[in-house]
């Protein structure tokens, strides 16, 4: 069965950076592509960054210049460094993926709690 497993969460103050990443395990044929979104309480769930299995990558505006996703495609695991983090940033980010088994289906983790205060 195909998990996908964040980590990198937590507290941080406004200015400051962390990283997140996520990983994909079990039986698969490839990864297609991999996504951040973010969920704030009361908020709509909203798509940060994508990147595909070549390594194109697009950003909502708000984060443009200040996050950059990644992957690894050898690890099978997607990251997102988050810098100059706001405190308008926090929220749950999951990580979502397109994976090949039998058929092509869409992946999420369960989410990682990111808190910007001072």
């Known amino acids: 069965q195909v998990q996908l497993v964040e980590s990198g969460g937590g507290l941080v103050q406004p200015g400051g950076s962390l990283r997140l990443s996520c990983a994909a395990s079990?039986?698969?044929?490839?990864?297609?592509?991999m996504a951040w979104y973010r969920q704030a309480p009361g908020k709509e769930r909203e798509l940060v960054a994508t990147i595909t299995r070549g390594g194109s990558t697009n950003y909502v505006d708000s984060v443009k210049g200040r996050f950059t996703i990644s992957r690894d495609n050898a690890k099978n695991t997607v990251y997102l460094q988050m810098d100059s983090l706001k405190p308008e940033d926090t929220a749950v980010y999951y990580c979502?993926?397109?994976?090949?088994?039998?058929?092509?289906?869409?992946?999420w983790g369960q989410g990682t709690q990111v808190t910007v205060s001072s």
């Open positions: 979502n993926a397109r994976i090949v088994t039998f058929l092509a289906q869409t992946y």
């Open positions: 079990g039986s698969m044929f490839s990864i297609n592509d």
